[in-house]
């Protein structure tokens, strides 16, 4: 069924058709089909387990990036998803980059995206979650076991300086935290100029440190993340993680999109003509296990590791669960397996 949806959704630009599909969804939860939807797309069997005192329904969730502004959250959970993260987000509103910025490489089961961190900005977000959170909460699902788990990611604006970069994250920060499950600092997309500059030792040491002291001003403290990119040299990565030893960072994302262009099938003159951007999808699916399996082995699996990048399959999913992950999300995958990938993963998963 999804195959020939999935033909005639790739007849339209990805971006466009992304809004579709969803408002589509949405449409068929307000008219009554909701419950059915759940249960149809709910695993077989109970796969709560909690980390850091956060009870996830499961250990399945959606990347940053599909639901920048928390719009489809009741239609995402509806999906069967553990956790999803949303954002990035900034705290002033902008447009990011100019269309066309979503590109399918569907030879490769593969995304570009040069999207740019557009979103509404951190107050229309906030009062968005606040909205969410309370009616969750009237419904007496806030508290429940099984209730969707929101991970905050947050980033910079393009304005704004490398400099004072600290600032951005520090607001996003605050006005997100008591809305927000965890947060998800990135400084690894190759979309906003400079800003993978941010992931090198001391410019992440004042982001970071600076976050962790804010954290413990708040009654509940959120678990803090590391979004990073795939295109690091070890060096850089020993880095990173001699500094979240250092610093007692929660846990690491790994990874974001990629700016190689290696090994795909599709036609150069193509990805010319698509130019610059992050590449998602299967082409990254080792690259990012390799990255999961060295951090697990150099950290003696002290770091919490959600991984992500290139799983469309349980046994994908199991390959990270291997190399030493303990969450993963999906993104590519969800656009080209469609939505039952939450429900074959966790029915076939050994985790």
């Keep these: ?71 489809y959250l009741r239609e995402l959970e509806t999906l069967g998803f553990g956790f999803v993260e949303i954002g990035t987000v900034t705290p002033k509103p902008q447009e990011g980059n100019p269309k066309p910025r979503l590109f399918r490489l569907p030879k490769d089961k593969a995304l570009i995206n040069r999207m740019g961190f557009n979103n509404d900005g951190v107050i229309v977000i906030t009062k968005r979650l606040k909205e969410w959170k309370e009616k969750k909460s009237k419904s007496g699902l806030q508290t429940s076991g099984s209730r969707l788990i929101i991970g905050g990611n947050i980033g910079k604006n393009k304005i704004t300086a490398n400099e004072d970069a600290w600032k951005d994250y520090e607001i996003c920060f605050k006005e997100l935290h008591p809305y927000v499950d965890y ?66 960072l929660d846990g690491l994302v790994a990874t974001n999109t990629t700016i190689s262009r290696e090994h795909l099938l599709t036609h150069a003159s193509k990805l010319e003509s698509i ?27 002290q770091i919490v590791i959600i991984a992500s990048g290139g799983i469309f ?37 050994d985790k």
């Design 1 to 71: 069924m999804y195959k020939l949806l999935r033909k005639f959704f790739f007849l339209f630009p990805p971006e466009g058709v992304h809004y579709f599909a969803m408002n589509c969804f949405r449409f068929l939860c307000n008219i009554g089909f909701r419950k059915l939807l759940a249960a149809f797309y709910k695993p077989k069997r109970n796969l709560q387990f909690s980390i850091f005192n956060i009870p996830f329904p499961n250990r399945v969730g959606l990347g940053a990036g599909f639901d920048k502004n928390a719009k």
């Design 313 to 349: 399959s349980a046994e994908d999913a199991k390959e990270k669960f291997k190399a030493g992950a303990s969450m993963i999300q999906v993104w590519t995958g969800f656009i080209y397996e469609g939505p039952s990938i939450v429900k074959k993963i966790n029915n076939q998963s």
């Design 183 to 248: 947060f998800v600092v990135n400084v690894s997309s190759p979309n906003t100029p400079g800003l993978r500059e941010l992931q090198e030792k001391e410019s992440l040491r004042k982001i970071l440190s600076h976050l962790q002291k804010l954290n413990l001003q708040f009654e509940t403290q959120r678990p803090v993340f590391l979004k990073i990119a795939p295109d690091l040299t070890n060096e850089q990565l020993d880095d990173v993680l001699d500094l979240v030893m250092e610093i007692k």
């Design 275 to 301: 130019g610059t951007g992050g590449l998602s999808g299967l082409p990254l699916k080792n690259k990012s296990t390799e990255i999961v399996n060295y951090i697990h082995q150099k950290t003696n699996g």
